[in-house]
């Protein structure tokens, strides 16, 4: 085997994967498209770009994304030592000046004795040692024939639309009744959120006058399949259309009242633990906060804390439950390993976590050293749980929230000591299983 890693991609992903190998004394081919080849989306020339927002979210480690940099951080993150450097005033937030990022970036990578950049469009992957794939969500063309073929075509997806994710815990009890569709499977398999007459005419007129998200023009699809169509698109077919189709209460009947409700929001279960509920046949493209204040009028979902927005736009992501291990690798290919948005992972930081885990375990797998597999009572170790629960059988694209974590021992009420509560113990943890040499 060769004693060199070979990192495909200079995004956030890879760039941090390359970093977390090279620190280790270990040779990296970092191979870039740029300049030679643009995406769509990417316009300057650096490593590390940032495409939509210049915001890495919260900066309090309180907060979910808080306590995933904070982790990173602690395990020794490039990204988070540039953020550092170019940040910019947000209040809250940790924002950076887009190009400084990348320029620091870029040339703390070019710098680094280990690491060897070749300007070059990846078109497979090498398999004369170990590989890490960090091509992003726009992967196109012959590499991604070829990770097709590597993974079988029915494990790599492209989607229109996906619905939005909210937590259990935010749910109304009194507003909501356990079912499913004529008694079938369980009787705990959905949670069912009804509507009157009344309530759901005031729905809909809000739904289909509420204002949409703009698509790039490289999320743009030429059509939207019917099986994903955005809900707000559907519903513009005719007022009654959506309650013959995801929000149809035949089948179902409130116990609270007797009778069958006039439309239903299904919940079904994002996770194992039942933390986590999406709701079925609502792909959106409506702004996120459209999405809180019109889905907030189903009576259930008043108060609902969404972990995860509907969003539109092309992406291509593994079915990494049936693919991947906790060490990114592949199952049935285990010199090749995966980082980034490619993954399932959805945002910058939950990409660059990626991308410093598959690098660490890479570091180790050559070094002859174990998997470093974090804990789920971590916000990194969450999300990897999350990326190969193979339970979850629609597999979708998720960030860093505390719906994903195992709960408390003790149940907290108010939101900021429990939130505080997980960050606590998930860096305790951290600490314990840091016994790299960093």
């Known amino acids: 085997m060769s004693k060199t890693v070979t990192v495909i991609g200079a995004g956030l992903a890879g760039c941090e994967a390359a970093w977390q190998i090279a620190k280790r004394g270990i040779p990296v081919r970092l191979i870039e498209m740029k300049p030679l080849k643009f995406s769509p989306a990417h316009k300057i020339e650096g490593f590390a770009e940032l495409i939509c927002s210049n915001s890495f979210k919260a900066a309090r480690v309180d907060s979910a994304a808080g306590l995933l940099k904070e982790e990173m951080r602690r395990l020794g993150s490039l990204l988070l030592s540039a953020a550092a450097e170019c940040s910019v005033p947000a209040g809250g937030a940790l924002a950076v000046n887009r190009e400084s990022f990348s320029a620091a970036v870029t040339a703390a990578i070019k710098a680094h004795p280990n690491i ?17 794939v960090a091509t992003g969500p726009l ?8 990770i097709k073929q590597l993974c079988g075509r029915d494990y790599l997806s492209f989607y229109d639309a996906a619905a939005p994710i909210v937590t259990a815990e935010s749910l109304l009890e009194e507003q909501l009744f356990l079912a499913s569709r004529y008694g079938k499977g369980n009787g705990d398999d959905y949670i069912n959120c009804p509507m009157n007459q009344e309530e759901y005419l005031h729905f809909y007129k809000e739904l289909i006058s509420a204002e949409a998200a703009p698509l790039h023009e490289f999320d743009a699809a030429p059509a939207v399949y019917e099986g994903c169509m ?13 309650r013959f189709g995801p929000l149809k209460p035949v089948g179902l009947r409130d116990p609270k009242t007797g009778h069958r409700p006039w439309a239903v929001v299904q919940l079904r279960k994002e996770n194992a633990q039942g933390s986590l509920y999406n709701l079925v046949g609502f792909q959106t493209n409506l702004k996120f906060g459209e999405q809180k204040r019109v889905f ?3 009576p259930a979902l008043a108060n609902a804390e969404f972990v995860r927005y509907g969003v539109m736009h092309r992406n291509t992501f593994l079915d990494a439950p049936r693919l991947l291990g906790s060490d990114y690798a592949l199952l049935e290919h285990p010199d090749i390993y995966f980082a980034g948005q490619i993954t399932g992972v959805e945002g910058y930081m939950e990409s660059a976590a990626s991308g410093l885990l598959a690098g660490i375990n890479a570091a180790n ?9 974090l804990p789920p009572v971590t916000m990194l170790g969450a999300l990897t749980a999350h990326v190969i629960d193979t339970s979850v059988k629609d ?3 998720m960030g860093a929230n505390f719906g994903i974590m195992p709960p408390l021992e003790l149940t907290i009420r108010d939101k900021r000591a429990r939130y505080a509560a997980f960050s606590e113990r998930a860096l305790e943890a951290v600490e314990q299983s840091n016994n790299l040499t960093l």
């Open 230 to 242: 955005p809900v707000e698109i559907m519903a513009k077919r005719g007022q009654d259309t959506l």
């Open 365 to 373: 797998k050559l070094s002859g050293l174990s998997p470093f597999v």
């Open 139 to 146: 992967t196109e063309g012959k590499l991604a024939e070829n």
């Open 116 to 132: 060897t950049v070749i300007s070059e469009v990846a078109e497979e992957i090498p398999r004369d040692g170990i590989t890490i």
């Open 296 to 298: 907030g009028l189903i």
């Open 395 to 397: 597999y979708q694209p």
